[in-house]
């Protein structure tokens, strides 16, 4: 009966241990690099944002936005994925002083989701 017991209460956990032991054990896709870097306060504006990943990406679920300070898109058509599957990068519009959000979402090739955000600044002209 006390086996038993452990069986039932012992299964979910068991679960539990494998999916984050195979989390932990496969590929992800997190941004290695970022062009603009987080935090970073750029005196010029830059053409376009760059991120690049530490396993390949899909290209089609891979998402990027440039959101202004009032959340408006800055982005100028589709996000490109590069042949090697690692650097996903969109062109921005020219962006004025203030304060920009980029926002990543993509599903790594053993169809994991990562996703995150981070922002830069525009430096103005004073
Ligand atoms: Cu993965």
Same mark, same amino acid.
């Given at each position: 009966? @006390?086996? =038993?017991?452990? !069986?039932?209460?012992?299964? #979910?956990?068991?679960?539990?241990?494998?999916?984050?032991?195979?989390? $932990?054990?496969?590929?992800?896709?997190?941004?290695?690099?970022?062009?603009?870097?987080?935090?970073?306060?750029?005196?010029?504006?830059?053409?376009?944002?760059?991120?690049?990943?530490?396993?390949?990406?899909? @290209?089609? =679920?891979?998402? !990027?936005?440039?959101?202004? #300070?009032?959340?408006?898109?800055?982005?100028?058509?589709?996000?490109? $994925?590069?042949?090697?599957?690692?650097?996903?990068?969109?062109?921005?519009?020219?962006?004025?002083?203030?304060?920009?959000?980029?926002?990543?979402?993509?599903?790594?090739?053993?169809?994991?989701?990562?996703?995150?955000?981070?922002?830069?600044?525009?430096?103005?002209?004073?």
């Amino acid at each position: 009966m @006390k086996i =038993f017991k452990l !069986l039932i209460f012992g299964a #979910p956990l068991l679960l539990a241990a494998s999916v984050t032991g195979l989390r $932990v054990a496969s590929a992800h896709s997190f941004p290695e690099q970022e062009t603009p870097s987080a935090g970073q306060r750029l005196s010029a504006p830059p053409s376009e944002v760059t991120i690049k990943f530490d396993a390949p990406i899909e @290209k089609l =679920f891979a998402k !990027l936005e440039v959101l202004d #300070p009032d959340g408006k898109p800055e982005t100028i058509g589709p996000p490109q $994925v590069d042949p090697t599957a690692l650097t996903l990068s969109v062109k921005v519009a020219d962006l004025k002083p203030g304060d920009y959000t980029v926002k990543w979402g993509v599903v790594c090739i053993d169809s994991h989701h990562t996703e995150g955000s981070y922002v830069f600044t525009v430096a103005g002209g004073a």
